[in-house]
């Protein structure tokens, strides 16, 4: 049984799965059932001066991911400040406070969400290459609070600089990635764009951004000493172990919850604890940073090398064979990669669901 436990700026979670600021964590009785459910830690749903008008419908699984038109919350923060967050305090967890947007907007929620934060994370959904709206939000945020504040990322083109002008103006961590957009869907039955926002646009949130989340998060934790919490795509355990080698001290779920309730986090905390026993990790915050000191023993390679077979967990289920552009694999009594075909593209590998290929990534 490895450690779970990651303490961050004095916040002990139990695991480093928690909810992120969405409709998994849209109330405080939400919020208690994650943490029944095995989350370690609660960040709340976004407030800011007015309650949102969301439209509908405003949420939907595509084929390709989850749709969303979701805003900040819908309850006012009065609600909020006299009945929501005392609920999720009484979880007994660390609790993440989500406000936004702008700074006029964070000048005023801020003082009120002080007495029940143990940290704050600010959203302003900024997408642009200006960082001014978001360092005076951040600006604004600090000046009314004495806990850690944290600035939710977009999928930055260049991360590296937000992030660290970030940091620069006093931020005591990041939480990236925000969800993925604009994007669209349209119900072929009806010809409608299935989200209800005035263009039918939404925003993409699920497995599909987690290698974008991935790239954010590897990038950003090269050039900032903050510490930063991921979110994006996270279904199960190995999703989490991935995010913490990228560099995250942590991770939010969203989306998942969404689809499959709060007992998700714990489930996926279950998972995470099982692939450490596997590999032989005694404690989660040894695999944190562990692609970056991977990635310089890595040999950058042109060359073929052909994927290794272990006949033992091959179910020939001829999934890698119908994937095989390059007509290398066979599969009859056993499983067999012509040496002189393959490519050594490494589809097959990804594609097996026993592990019963590999292939040396080094």
Known sequence: MANLKVNIYGMEFSNPVMTAAGPGAKDGDLCIEAVKGGAGGLCTKTISVLPADVPRPCMGLTNSGFLNTELWSELPKEQWIKEEYQKAKSAGVPVIVSMGYTADDIEKVAPLV???????????????????????????????????????????????????????????????????????AID????????????????????????????????????????????????????????????????????????????VYGKIAKELNEFLDEHGYSDVNEIKGLAHKKVNDREFRTHTVVPEVDQDKCIKCKKCKASCVYEAIEVGETLEIDKDKCFGCGLCVTRCPKGALTISYK
């Open 114 to 184: 002080k007495p029940y934060a143990d940290a704050v994370e600010l959203s302003t959904h900024y997408v642009g290459t200006d960082v001014a709206p978001i360092v005076n939000a951040l600006k604004a945020a600090k000046s009314a609070l004495d806990c850690p504040v944290f600035m939710k990322m977009s999928p930055h083109t260049d991360i590296q600089t937000i992030a660290k002008a970030v940091e620069e103006a006093g931020a005591d961590g990041l939480v990236m990635i925000n969800s993925f957009g604009p994007c669209m």
């Open 188 to 263: 072929v039955n009806t010809g409608y764009p299935i989200m209800g926002s005035k263009t039918g646009y939404g925003w993409l949130s699920g497995a599909p951004i987690r290698p974008l989340a991935i790239r954010c998060i590897y990038e950003a934790s090269q050039v900032v000493n903050i510490p930063i919490i991921g979110v994006g795509g996270v279904t199960c355990g190995r999703d989490v172990a991935e995010m913490m080698m990228a560099g995250a001290s942590a991770v939010q779920v969203c989306t998942e919850a969404i689809l499959r309730g709060p007992g």
